[in-house]
């Protein structure tokens, strides 16, 4: 009876022994929720990112069919049951699905309210493609801001806003000023 009493003392943990392990748990665990939100917040970016990349494909096939005009469009609708021309009901003709319109990281819900999470720059309203400028100051697409996200969703990413530019290329800024003078946040 002795040496089965001492097996069962053995086989069990004590209660130092499980007050350890779970501090040790609470400490990875304090480690690896930060690092997966920021992988998480990171590919919601770069996902971000790969719409505006489709939607300036999608521009361009507007441009194709429209003699290489901009198309003439409000900066962004507070309803999509507006009949305002906005990126989305204008540019979804020449998309696959709406869902490009949509940012995964729109925690604001702007793309189920307004139709889209990204905003046109309506500097560019009705210029031609060969000759854009930005009030007669900026004249390099590289630097001609076209569609961005509307709002500072990737804030915590180190990431501002995503940006689709004139020449096609999209990045992601750290800060820049919308056409109405506004810095993003």
């Not at 748990?25 to 990349?53: D, E, W, Y």
């Not at 009949?83 to 020449?94: G, Q």
């Not at 560019?124 to 930005?134: F, K, T």
């Amino acid at each position: 009876m002795n040496s089965s009493l001492q097996r069962t003392k053995k086989s069990g943990f004590t209660l130092m022994e499980l007050l350890i392990a779970i501090t040790i748990i609470g400490a990875l665990a304090t480690l690896i929720v930060p690092a997966s939100q920021r992988v998480v917040g990171k590919s919601r970016a770069s996902h971000c990112l790969n719409n505006l990349r489709q939607l300036g494909a999608a521009l361009n096939l507007y441009l194709t069919d429209h003699n290489n005009t901009m198309p003439t469009l409000v900066t962004a609708r507070a309803s999509k049951s507006s009949d305002e021309l906005a990126i989305d009901n204008t540019l979804n003709a020449y998309t696959e699905s709406t869902e490009v319109f949509h940012c995964t990281a729109d925690d604001k819900h702007l793309f189920e309210t307004t139709g889209t999470s990204y905003q046109w720059d309506n500097l560019l309203n009705g210029q031609n493609v060969a000759s854009m400028d930005i009030m007669g100051f900026i004249k390099d697409g590289a630097q001609i801001p076209v569609i961005y996200d509307k709002e500072g969703f990737h804030k915590n990413q180190q990431v501002k806003s995503n940006i689709l530019y004139a020449d096609g290329h999209a990045a992601n800024q750290l800060e820049f000023v919308t056409s109405e003078g506004k810095q993003a946040k």
